[in-house]
C-alpha cells in the first residue's frame, strides 16, 4: 500500500481526513501515554480494550489495510482452519504505528505494514522474527521479493501485495503519449496548470531524481539540490500537488495528467479506456506491503496459519481477482486469468520492474527532503 | 497510706487525663481540616471534573511539547540529548516564515469575507426577515455544517474547476469564464464556505439581542439609517463580531485540508508542516513541537486581540 | 363618539404646533388608534391620559415618526408629516425605558445628535455642557449609563433630547420607573424645565395625577378614542364621560332614571333614591350617569347636624368604612336605598363604623354624563 492512501472508496478518503485532524489528538495521547524521557521507548503495555482477549477464544485479531481482506476471505479460513478472525482498518501507516505504540494495538497478532514501515518497526523491535520453518509456500515469491531492501531475507515480514507509481493522462487529449518522467518537461506549454504530482514528498522528489538518472533514494545533498530545483522549473505549469481529489478535474479534461498510485490509477483505466495508465521508463518506484506478526501478538499459532493459508496460491489468486492488487506470489500469478495478467500496468514487465526502486528510508537526508519539499510547495 | 485510694485514682486518672487531653487536641486538628476539606469540597466537585480533563489533555501535553520544542532535532526513539533554541531560530528562515505568512494570510483573509458576508445576512436573519420564518431560515443555512466538510469541498472542486459548474453557467450566459481552481483565491473561496455559518450563528445571536430602542432612539436624534448602524449597531454587536472572528481566525488557521485541495502547488499552510514534521519523513519532532508552539502563539495573540475589542468596557454593559 | 370639546377660551388664532387629523392606525386586524383629532399648541404641556391599550403610546409613537399612519394627515408646525421619516422630524422623544447608548457615556450620549448635525466643536461643548447642567447632571459626564441610577438615567435622557432644541418635546412615560418621592421630584423639574425653555411638551402616561399636575391640557383616550380634551379643571370638575369620571380621581357614580321636573331635573335610581340635578338644557335624555366627587359631600353625625345652605341632596346612611390616607380620611357611607358613597374628611375627624350620619351635596356638584351604550 503506498504512504497514505487506500484505494478508491470514499469512505477511506474521509476516515484519512478524520485522521488528519485527529492527529493532534493522537499526538497528546501519544505524548501522554510516553510520558517518559526518551520519546517512543515504549514496551507496548498491555491495554485492556474493548474487544474480547484473543487467547481465550483463540481468535485471530488482524490489523490490515481496507482493502485487503473481505469477509468472504475471512470466512475461507475460518473454514479451514476453524480459529475466527476478527478484522480492523487503518488507512495509513503511520496511524497503525501510532495505535501500536500507544499499547492499543495489543490484541493484534497481524499487521500489515508498507515497505518502509516494515524497516522502522524492525529498529523499534516492535516485530517478531519470523520461523521459516513454520511457514509453507514461501518458495512461491516472485524473486524481486525473495530478499527486499527494506527487510532483507524476509526476516521478520512476508510480501503481501505491491503496486507502483505512474502516470495517468488522457490519451484523446495527448496524441503522443507519455513514455517518461521528462514528458512532463518538455510538454510543460501543452500541459500548463493541467497536471498534478503526487504530494508526497519522497514520491515527487523520486521522480524527479529518477528523471535526472538519479536513485529514488539519493542522499547526496547535491543530487537533491538538482532535483529541487528541477521541480521548482517545473512548478509553474503545476495546477498543484494533490494525492487525491483528482479524479474529478481528470475525467472532465481539466486536468490532462495526474501521476498516481497504481491502485487508483488502473481502476479508472480499465473503466475507462481514455484514460491510459503508464509507469515512466526511467523507472518508477514500487512499493509492498507486507504481513508481520508484533512481538506483542497474543496469538502467534493463529497467525502463521493466516500467513499460510494467504501463501496459498489458489488463495492468493482468488483475492487478487476479487480485491484487484498486484500479489508477489509468483505461483498465483500462473494461475490468474490472461486478461488480468496482460494488464501490463497491473504486472509490467520484468525489466521494467528491474527499474523500479522501492522507498527505502534516507536516514540523516530526510531532513534535507522535508527542507526542500517545504520550500517547493510554499514558494 | 491515708491517701492510697485517693493517690491510687489520682494516678489512674492522670493517664486518662492526658489522653483526653491528647484526644481532643487531635479532635480539634481533625476538625479544622475536615472544615478546610468541606470547604473546597464544593468547587472542586463543581469544577475538579473539567479541571482533570484540561489538566491531562491540556496542560500536561502543552508542557510536554515545550519540552520537545526545546530539543533541537528531537527524532522519535531518540533520548533526549540536550536542549537549545536551534529549532525557533529556524522558524525564522524564510522559508518557514513564509508558511506562517501564508497560514496567517488566509485565516485574516477567511475571517473579512465571513465577516462581510456573513453580517448582512445575519443582521436580515435577525431584524429583518419575518419572524415565522427565522428558525427556519436558521437552520437552513446552518445544514451545510451538518455535511462532511471534506465533501463540501470536493463539492467545490466540481464546482471551480475549469469546465465546472460555475464556468457552464457564466459560459451560457455569455460571461467571461474563471479559473480560480488551484489558486489562493480557490482557498479564501472553500473556506469562507466553509465557516461562514459559524459566523452567521453567532452575529446572529449578537444582533437578535440588539436593543431596537437604540435604533430608534437613534433615529429620533436624526440619525438616519447608515449613521444608526455603524453609530449603535456595530458599537453593540461588537463582542458578537469579535467572538465570530475569533472562532472563524482559529478554525481556519488550524485548516489545510482545503488549502491542498483547492489551493495550487504553493499551499503550505502551518498545520500541514507541523503534520509533515511529527507523521511525515522529517520524523523532526522537535521542530513540529516549536511550529506547535507558534501556531499556539499566533492563536493566542489572536484571542487576546480580538477579547480586548470584545470586552471593551465590561462594566458599561448591563 | 370621539367628542372634541374645547376649553371656554377658544384661541384659533394660536399656532398649532402638532395637529392630527381623522388619524387612524391599524396593527392588521387590530384598529389601535379610530379617527383621531387633536390640536396641541405651541409651548404647551399636553398630557395624554389613559389606561394601559388605549392607544395613546401609538400615537406618540405616530407624532414621532416611529409608525406611520394607516390614514388620516398628521402635521407639526403647519408641515405634513406625511413620509418624513423620523430622523427628519424637528422632534425629540424621551423613551420609557430611556434607551441611552450604553456603549457611549453620558457626554458622547447627549451630544449624539449634535455630532450628527456636526455643531461645530465650541458650539458642541458649551451645548452639551448647558443641556447636563439643566438636568444637573454635570459631574456624570464622564459616567457610562450602568454606573448611573434610574433617577439619574432620565435625566440624561432628558438633556439628550432637550440639547436639540426641537420644536416639540415628547415624553413616553417617562416617570413610570422611578420611584414615588423621585417621580413628585422629577414631576417639579419638568415643570420647571418647561416653564424654562417654552417648548411644546406632549405627554404620554396612565398616571392621572401626574397629567393633572403637570398638564395645560389633558386628552383622556379610551380604546384608540379620545374621550375628553381639556383643562386640568375642566376634566376633573366636567368629565364629559362616565369614564373620564372614573378614571381622573374618585367619584361616586349613580346611574338611573332621567326626571325633568317644574323645580329641577332630578335623577331617579332603581333603589328609588332621587337626586336633584343642576338645570340642563337636555331634556331628551333618559338613560343618565350622575358623578359626584367625594370633596363635595359634607358628613353631619347626630350630634352636629349642620349642612351647608345650598346642599339640596340630604340623605341618612351609615358608617361602613373607614379608611386613613395620611393627609384624609375616605368614609364609605351606605344610604338607606343601598348605594355606598365614598365621603373625604379631614384627617382629625373621628367616626365610628355604624355611626348614622347624613350625607349632603348641592345639586350644581352634579355632574350629569349621559350613558353610554356602545354598540356590542
Known amino acids: 500500500m503506498p504512504r497514505r492512501l487506500s484505494r478508491s472508496s470514499l469512505l477511506s478518503r474521509t476516515s484519512r481526513r478524520h485522521f488528519l485532524q485527529g492527529s493532534a489528538a493522537t499526538m497528546a495521547v501519544m505524548g501522554l501515554s510516553n510520558c517518559r524521557r526518551t520519546i517512543g521507548e515504549t514496551e507496548p503495555e498491555p491495554a485492556d480494550s474493548s474487544t474480547a482477549s484473543a487467547e481465550a477464544s483463540g481468535a485471530l485479531h488482524i490489523y490490515t489495510w481496507a482493502d485487503y481482506t473481505d469477509d468472504e476471505l475471512a470466512a475461507q479460513f475460518t473454514e479451514a482452519t476453524g480459529i475466527d478472525v476478527k478484522i480492523d482498518v487503518y488507512d495509513s501507516n503511520e496511524t497503525m504505528l501510532a495505535k501500536m505504540q500507544a499499547g ?85 506549454d501543452v500541459l500548463s496548470r493541467k497536471m498534478t504530482l503526487l504530494d508526497d514528498v519522497r514520491e515527487t522528489m523520486g521522480a524527479v ?139 509490467p514487465p520484468e525489466d521494467l520492474l528491474a527499474k523500479c526502486e522501492g522507498i527505502a528510508p534516507v536516514g540523516e537526508a530526510n531532513a534535507l527532503y522535508d527542507e526542500y519539499w517545504t520550500k517547493v510547495t510554499s514558494a | 497510706m491515708k491517701n492510697s485510694g485517693f493517690d491510687r485514682i489520682k494516678a489512674e486518672q492522670k493517664p486518662k487525663k492526658l489522653l483526653a487531653l491528647v484526644v481532643n487536641w487531635l479532635q480539634a486538628i481533625f476538625d479544622l481540616i475536615w472544615r478546610w476539606l468541606s470547604n473546597l469540597a464544593r468547587p472542586i466537585g463543581l469544577l475538579g ?141 472553500g473556506m469562507t464556505y466553509s465557516f461562514l455559518p459559524y459566523m452567521v450563528l453567532i452575529l446572529y445571536a449578537s444582533l437578535e439581542r440588539l436593543d431596537l430602542k437604540l435604533l430608534e432612539a437613534a433615529a429620533d436624534l436624526g440619525a438616519n439609517p447608515q449613521i444608526a448602524f455603524w453609530r449603535v449597531t456595530v458599537p453593540q454587536t461588537l463582542p458578537g463580531i469579535a467572538a465570530g472572528c475569533l472562532l472563524v481566525f482559529v478554525t481556519s488557521l488550524g485548516d489545510f485540508v482545503v488549502p491542498t485541495l483547492l489551493g495550487g502547488p504553493s499551499s503550505m499552510t502551518i498545520s500541514r508542516l507541523i503534520y509533515n514534521q511529527f507523521l511525515g519523513v522529517a520524523r523532526n519532532w522537535g521542530f513540529g513541537s516549536a511550529l506547535s508552539m507558534v501556531l499556539i502563539l499566533m492563536v493566542s495573540l489572536a484571542i487576546a486581540l480580538l477579547l480586548k475589542y470584545g470586552d471593551r468596557n465590561p462594566e458599561i454593559y448591563s | 363618539m370621539a367628542q372634541t370639546i374645547s376649553p371656554p377660551m377658544v384661541d384659533t388664532a394660536a399656532a398649532l404646533d402638532v395637529e392630527l387629523r381623522d388619524v387612524i392606525k391599524a396593527f392588521g386586524e387590530d384598529i389601535a388608534v379610530q379617527g383621531l383629532n387633536l390640536k396641541i399648541r405651541q409651548g404647551e404641556f399636553f398630557s395624554i391620559l389613559g389606561p394601559s391599550g388605549c392607544g395613546k403610546t401609538t400615537t406618540l ?265 395620611g393627609p384624609h380620611i375616605h368614609c364609605i357611607i351606605e344610604l338607606a336605598t343601598g348605594e355606598q358613597l365614598r365621603v373625604l374628611q379631614p384627617n382629625h375627624m373621628r367616626y365610628q363604623p355604624g355611626e348614622s350620619v347624613y350625607v349632603s351635596w348641592a345639586a350644581v356638584d352634579c355632574q350629569v354624563l349621559v350613558a353610554h351604550n356602545p354598540p356590542s
Not at chain 1, 503508464?278 to 508481520?292: A, C, L, Q
Not at chain 3, 451630544?111 to 443641556?131: H, M, N
Not at chain 3, 414631576?187 to 401626574?210: A, C, K, P, W, Y
Open chain 1, 104 to 188: 492499543g494495538g495489543a490484541n493484534y497478532s497481524l499487521i500489515y505494514p508498507s515497505d518502509y514501515m516494515v524497516t522502522e518497526m524492525i529498529g523499534l523491535d516492535m516485530l517478531a522474527k519470523l520461523d521459516k520453518s513454520r511457514l509453507i509456500g514461501l518458495d512461491k515469491i516472485r524473486e524481486k521479493w525473495k530478499s527486499p531492501v527494506y527487510d532483507p531475507e524476509n526476516s521478520h515480514s512476508i510480501p503481501y501485495s505491491w503496486g507502483t507509481t505512474g502516470l495517468l493522462y488522457n490519451s484523446e487529449i495527448l496524441t503522443t503519449p507519455p513514455t517518461d518522467w521528462n514528458y512532463l518537461w518538455d510538454n510543460s
Open chain 1, 209 to 347: 531524481l529518477s528523471s535526472l538518472g538519479y536513485s529514488y533514494n539519493a542522499t547526496d545533498p547535491t543530487e537533491l539540490e538538482e532535483a529541487y530545483q528541477k521541480l521548482l522549473d517545473l512548478k509553474p505549469n503545476l495546477a498543484s500537488f494533490k494525492s487525491f481529489g483528482w479524479q474529478d478535474e481528470l475525467l472532465s479534461g481539466d486536468l490532462l495528467l495526474s501521476m498516481v498510485y497504481s491502485v487508483e490509477g488502473i481502476p479508472v483505466s480499465l473503466e475507462n479506456p481514455t484514460f491510459k495508465y503508464v509507469i515512466p521508463e526511467s523507472g518508477s518506484s514500487v512499493w509492498t506491503d507486507t504481513m508481520v506478526i508484533p512481538t506483542s501478538a497474543p496469538n502467534v499459532d493463529a497467525a502463521y496459519e493466516w500467513i499460510n493459508f494467504n501463501l496459498q496460491p489458489k488463495v492468493s489468486q482468488e483475492t487478487v481477482e476479487r480485491l484487484f492488487f498486484a500479489t508477489p506470489n509468483g505461483e498465483a500469478m500462473t494461475m490468474l486469468s490472461q486478461e488480468l495478467l496482460d494488464n501490463k500496468n497491473l504486472f
Open chain 2, 49 to 189: 471534573p473539567a479541571g482533570i480533563w484540561l489538566l491531562l489533555l491540556m496542560v500536561l501535553p502543552m508542557l510536554l511539547i515545550t519540552e520537545l520544542s526545546l530539543v533541537p532535532g528531537l527524532k522519535p526513539g531518540q533520548p533526549i540529548a540536550g536542549y537549545g533554541l536551534l529549532n525557533y531560530l529556524r522558524i525564522l528562515e524564510p522559508t518557514y516564515l513564509q508558511v506562517l505568512q501564508r497560514s496567517a494570510t488566509f485565516a485574516t483573509g477567511t475571517t473579512l469575507l465571513c465577516l462581510l458576508l456573513g453580517f448582512p445576512v445575519a443582521y436580515w436573519l435577525a431584524l429583518m426577515a419575518p419572524k415565522r420564518w427565522r428558525n427556519l431560515l436558521l437552520v437552513l443555512f446552518i445544514l451545510p455544517l451538518w455535511t462532511s466538510s471534506l465533501l463540501r469541498t470536493y463539492a467545490w472542486i466540481t464546482l471551480l474547476r475549469s469546465s465546472g459548474v460555475i464556468n457552464l453557467v457564466l459560459g451560457a450566459l455569455g460571461l467571461p469564464t474563471q479559473s480560480l481552481m488551484n489558486t489562493p483565491w480557490a482557498v479564501y473561496i
Open chain 3, 61 to 325: 409613537r405616530m407624532i414621532a415618526g416611529f409608525e406611520t399612519l394607516t390614514s388620516g394627515e398628521l402635521t407639526i408646525q403647519g408641515k405634513s408629516m406625511n413620509g418624513i421619516p423620523a430622523h427628519r422630524r424637528s422632534v425629540n422623544t424621551v423613551f420609557q425605558s430611556y434607551a441611552l447608548f450604553n456603549h457611549m457615556s453620558v457626554w458622547d450620549n447627549v451630544a449624539f445628535g449634535l455630532k450628527i448635525r456636526k455643531i461645530p466643536k465650541s458650539d458642541l461643548r458649551q451645548r452639551v455642557g448647558e443641556a447636563l447642567t439643566l438636568v444637573q447632571m454635570e459631574s456624570f459626564a464622564k459616567r457610562y449609563p450602568n454606573q448611573l441610577s434610574g433617577g439619574q438615567r432620565q435625566r440624561v435622557a432628558l438633556a439628550r433630547a432637550l440639547v436639540n432644541r426641537p420644536a416639540v418635546m415628547l415624553l413616553d412615560e417617562p416617570l413610570g420607573a422611578l420611584d414615588l418621592k423621585l417621580r413628585k421630584q422629577m414631576q417639579v423639574e419638568l415643570s420647571n424645565l418647561h416653564q424654562r425653555l417654552g417648548i411644546t411638551f406632549i405627554m404620554v402616561t396612565h398616571d392621572q395625577e401626574e397629567a393633572l399636575s403637570l398638564s395645560d391640557r389633558i386628552a383622556v383616550m379610551k380604546d384608540g378614542r379620545i374621550e375628553q380634551v381639556g383643562s386640568p379643571n375642566e376634566i376633573y370638575e366636567h368629565p364629559a364621560t362616565a369614564f373620564v369620571a372614573d378614571f381622573i380621581g374618585d367619584t361616586n357614580l349613580l346611574s338611573g332614571q332621567f326626571l325633568a321636573a317644574e323645580t329641577c331635573p332630578l335623577l331617579a335610581t332603581e333603589s328609588g333614591l332621587q337626586v336633584s340635578l343642576p338645570p340642563t338644557d337636555h331634556n331628551d335624555i333618559t338613560d343618565i350617569d350622575v358623578s359626584i366627587r367625594p370633596e363635595k359631600i359634607h358628613l353631619s353625625t347626630q350630634t352636629d347636624a349642620k349642612k351647608p345652605a345650598n346642599h339640596n341632596n340630604c340623605y341618612p346612611g351609615e358608617v361602613k368604612h373607614i379608611l386613613y390616607t
